[in-house]
């Protein structure tokens, strides 16, 4: 079946860039999205993109695509304590989204 | 629209009991989910459904769990019996299609004893 493979925690410095890692198995996804988790909330979608790209860009986030490789990125620029989070993602295939594990960003000061 | 509504948020069950759980899902929208998240399993999906129908169940643990969805505003998940490692977040969401953005509930907390 599908999977979707990113690394468990990541901790960066506020103000550095934060690249969350992403590989998933499906090739037929069509669209790849990042969700963020909240301490006791539910998750929001955060970004995506078309499986037809190779980067997307949204003010401070960054989206990168490698489709041959299955290979998905997400980079916060200018990382804030309030980007303090999980962050999952999510390949989209026929009608179901599956997940990745999420990894926890923690900032330090 | 209030989003999607799950009830209870919390639920504390001795191990044995019957669990059900609900979920309202955003009005319009044609997809249900529910997924369970934990520390080692991270966010597993369980169930769908298009259209009140359940589409593929595969990711249900085990006969234990059963979901109905018997009109379009309404979804239960049920543990009969429950047991100590059922204990998870659970959550439920909508969305409008297929490849369309997936709407989450605030999730159930269960903790069975």
């Given at each position: 079946g599908e999977d979707v493979e990113q690394s468990l925690f990541l901790s960066v410095r506020e103000g550095d860039s934060s690249v969350i890692n992403c590989t998933y198995t499906?090739?037929?996804?069509?669209y790849l999205y990042w969700y963020k988790q909240e301490p006791g909330a539910g998750l929001q979608l955060l970004t995506y993109i078309f499986s037809n790209m190779d980067m997307k860009q949204d003010q401070r986030l960054t989206v990168l695509l490698n489709k041959k490789d299955k290979h998905l990125s997400l980079r916060i620029a200018d990382?804030?304590?309030?980007?303090s989070a999980i962050y999952f993602c999510a390949p989209s295939s026929a009608s179901k989204i599956i997940f990745g594990s999420g990894t926890r960003l923690s900032i330090r000061p | 629209d209030a989003g999607v509504i799950q009830s209870p948020r919390h639920e504390v069950t001795e191990m044995g009991q019957e669990v059900t759980l609900r979920c309202k899902p955003i009005s319009g929208h044609d997809y249900l989910f529910w997924y369970r998240q934990t520390m080692m399993r991270g966010l597993e999906l369980l169930i769908y459904f298009n259209n009140n129908v359940?589409?593929?169940?595969?990711?249900?643990?085990?006969?234990r769990f059963s979901a109905k969805m018997p009109n379009a505003s309404f979804s239960t998940l049920k543990i009969q019996?429950?047991?100590?490692?059922?204990s998870a977040v659970y959550f439920c969401a909508s969305s409008l299609g297929t490849n369309t953005e997936a709407f989450f509930g605030q999730g159930t907390r269960l903790t069975v004893v």
């Open positions: 499906d090739s037929s996804s069509t990382t804030q304590t309030g980007d | 359940p589409i593929d169940d595969s990711g249900m643990p085990e006969d019996p429950s047991e100590p490692r059922d």
